[in-house]
């Protein structure tokens, strides 16, 4: 699950870096990441792990770290 979020982060899917490059710590605005793409992010989460993103996750915020949407897939996932 891990892997697969980090890859979608990068370039090889919403993102703009290599995957290489993505720390856990990194924000998602610090990796290219604009509300457009967070939209693409949360489809992505939703049919990728059949989870329901809540309403209060729907809004990209400069606080939003890849560490936050690993957490949150893994701890915070709710069947659609």
Same mark, same amino acid.
């Given at each position: 699950?891990?892997?697969?979020? +980090?890859? !979608?982060?990068?370039?090889?899917?919403?993102?703009?870096?290599?995957?290489?490059?993505?720390?856990? @710590?990194?924000? *998602?605005?610090?990796?290219?990441?604009?509300? +457009?793409? !967070?939209?693409?992010?949360?489809?992505?989460?939703?049919?990728?792990?059949?989870?329901?993103?809540? @309403?209060?996750? *729907?809004?990209?915020?400069?606080?939003?770290?890849?560490?936050?949407?690993?957490?949150?897939?893994?701890?915070?996932?709710?069947?659609?």
């Amino acid at each position: 699950m891990e892997n697969a979020i +980090l890859e !979608y982060l990068s370039d090889q899917g919403c993102g703009i870096f290599p995957i290489h490059s993505i720390t856990y @710590d990194k924000t *998602l605005y610090e990796l290219g990441i604009d509300s +457009l793409r !967070y939209m693409d992010l949360i489809v992505w989460l939703e049919e990728t792990f059949q989870m329901t993103v809540p @309403d209060e996750m *729907l809004d990209i915020s400069a606080e939003i770290t890849v560490k936050t949407v690993i957490g949150f897939v893994a701890n915070g996932r709710t069947e659609v």
